[in-house]
T-cell receptor, first 113, second 114 residues
């Protein structure tokens, strides 16, 4: 049973465009929602994270939008650049899961010039 | 500042062989995790540890064993490798696991089982 569902599986965006990746969850006990970025040949690295007490968090060109009632959250990458080409994973965890993260299946983003 | 180091980086095994993957972290983290990454499947948790001498099963533990004899090291063992275990294996660590502590990942071990 997949705890976090992520879409799309792959995404191609033109340079300067907006990239949007969506995730949905069922477990209402989740209270931490990070996004990880992974470049080829490297391990995932934390990009940005949000708690459910806020509806949006922005860091530079990256924004998380969170809809608690719909149990959905999304990553928006504004002014997408070729250097943003990577695989993105959403994840979720609760305070009771001893740090355990439940990952989505990933989105491979390609930004072409 | 090394962070999380995984050895080896690449390995090819024959079916039935055994091997151990080593993960070392220098951040004094309590929690450590082993994941496998397969195309279209994301990151799946194999085993994890909440402290020295403790381990627990994750989502896909069958065919793997782990040990955490020292706080900084977390070993993943394959007793009898099978082709289905061909994957990229990632180790991660985090501070005491309140839900907002990020996991720090190594760069992976690429394992092929022939």
């Amino acid at each position: 049973q997949q705890q976090v569902k992520q879409s799309p599986q792959s995404l191609i965006v033109q340079k300067g465009g907006i990239s949007i990746i969506n995730c949905a969850y069922e477990n209402t006990a989740f209270d931490y929602f990070p996004w990880y970025q992974q470049f080829p040949g490297k391990g995932p690295a934390l990009l940005i994270a949000i708690r459910p007490d806020v509806s949006e968090k922005k860091e530079g060109r990256f924004t998380i939008s969170f809809n608690k009632s719909a149990k959905q959250f999304s990553l928006h990458i504004m002014d997408s650049q070729p250097g943003d080409s990577a695989t993105y994973f959403c994840a979720a965890s609760t305070g009771s899961t001893l740090g355990r993260l439940y990952f989505g299946r990933g989105t491979q983003l390609t930004v072409w010039p | 500042n090394a962070g999380v180091t995984q050895t080896p980086k690449f390995r090819v095994l024959k079916t039935g062989q055994s091997m151990t993957l080593l993960c070392a972290q220098d951040m004094n983290h309590e929690y450590m995790y082993w994941y496998r990454q397969d195309p279209g499947m994301g990151l799946r948790l194999i085993h994890y540890s909440v402290g020295e001498g403790t381990t627990a099963k994750g989502e896909v533990p069958d065919g793997y064993n782990v040990s955490r004899l020292k706080k900084q090291n977390f070993l993943l063992g394959l007793e009898s490798a099978a082709p289905s275990q061909t994957s990229v294996y990632f180790c991660a660590s985090s501070r005491v696991g309140v839900s907002n502590q990020p996991q720090h990942f190594g760069d992976g071990t690429r394992l092929s089982i022939l």
